[in-house]
């Protein structure tokens, strides 16, 4: 009986920790609408210019993806690996979002009331 209410606990524990990342946007987006697609698009925006640049500075990137295990040819454009960097930065981006909406909404809200 005691092993059946450990076992009760732990999936509960386990449904509780595994929110889909979908879910926590949808969530995010329905409690803060444009300000939080905006502060997503910000996010974004500086995620991609950033891989762009680095790629194009010439860091070397090639350890990473090799790293992660993705293939890329050698011959693809700078503009396709920083892509393939961005791609790697969404949890980063979804947690930086989800940080900052909650501070940045009200602001937006009363600032530009018929916006946000």
Known sequence: DDDDDDDEKKKKREAEVKVPTGLKLKEMFAKYGRSAILVYACASTVAFT???????????????????????????????????????????????????????????????????
């Open 50 to 116: 950033t891989c762009y640049i680095a790629v194009d500075m010439g860091v070397d990137v090639q350890s990473v993806i090799d790293w992660i295990g993705m293939e890329i040819p050698h011959s693809a454009g700078h503009f396709i690996v920083a892509y393939a960097l961005y791609k790697l930065t969404l949890p980063v981006r979804i947690a930086l979002a989800a940080a900052i909406t909650p501070g940045v909404a009200p602001y937006l809200r009363a600032k530009y009331p018929r916006i946000f």
